[in-house]
Nanobody, 125 residues
Framework: QVQLVESGGGLVQAGGSLRLSCSAS????????MGWFRQAPGKERESVSR????????YYADSVKGRFSISRDNAKNTLYLQMNSLEPEDTAVYYC??????????????????WGQGTQVTVSS
């Protein structure tokens, strides 16, 4: 059973930084692409950043390019999201997700079928 557990959320002032972590278990971590998604109140869930199974390819939403950085540590079965220069618009519940197909780039959002419980990020102005 795939399990994803996020941590690292919290309350931060605009311009501050947070690092989110997602610990994965239940299958071979490094075979699968992973990603971070977020959902703000009253809005649909959106992709923030995704990373291929190998870590060689990454994707970012335009709104976070240059501010956020995704990475993975396959030895620790952990996915990270470093968030810098946070803005109030970044306030949301952040979810870690992973795919149901091995060895993909992670570009196809429809492949993400496993989710964590989410961690709240609140950025005050």
């Amino acid at each position: 059973q795939v399990q994803l557990v996020e941590s690292g959320g919290g309350l931060v002032q605009a311009g501050g930084s947070l690092r989110l972590s997602c610990s994965a278990s239940g299958r071979t971590f490094f075979h699968y692409a992973m990603g971070w998604f977020r959902q703000a109140p009253g809005k649909e869930r959106e992709s923030v950043s995704r990373i291929s199974w190998s870590g060689a390819t990454t994707y970012y939403a335009d709104s976070v390019k240059g501010r956020f950085s995704i990475s993975r540590d396959n030895a620790k079965n952990t996915l990270y999201l470093q968030m810098n220069s946070l803005e109030p618009e970044d306030t949301a519940v952040y979810y870690c997700g992973t795919t149901n197909r091995r060895y993909t780039t992670g570009q196809n959002e429809n492949e993400y079928v496993y989710w964590g419980q989410g961690t709240q990020v609140t950025v005050s102005s």
